[in-house]
Nanobody, 115 residues
């Protein structure tokens, strides 16, 4: 069982930056894949970025060049650095951990970008 707690969301103006953090219970170096998803009102949850235990990353086209995912295994924490934020980035952001067939989610953190 993995518990995930997100933090770092908030209100920011367009062009600004935020860094989200996801603290995991246990050792995340054992978790094959960790990532960030988001869900805007009326839309489906979508992948924003993911990172494997080996360091490989994957980003949604809409955030490439603006967002960076990283993980600190010593702190059992995954980060999402978000720069050049746009109003369309407004959503609830969820941390995710995938272990074989199991998928674990955090409670989500709201990110609101004003124009």
């Amino acid at each position: 069982q993995v518990q995930l707690v997100e933090s770092g969301g908030g209100l920011v103006q367009a062009g600004g930056s935020l860094r989200l953090s996801c603290a995991a219970s246990g050792n995340i170096f054992r978790i094959p894949s960790m990532g960030w998803y988001r869900q805007a009102p009326g839309k489906q949850r979508e992948l924003v970025a993911s990172m494997s235990s080996g360091g490989s990353t994957n980003y949604a086209d809409s955030v490439k060049g603006r967002f960076t995912i990283s993980r600190d295994n010593a702190k059992n924490t995954v980060y999402l650095q978000m720069n050049s934020l746009k109003p369309e980035d407004t959503a609830v952001y969820y941390c995710n951990a995938k272990i074989i067939t199991n998928s674990y989610w955090g409670q989500g953190t709201q990110v609101t970008v004003s124009s």
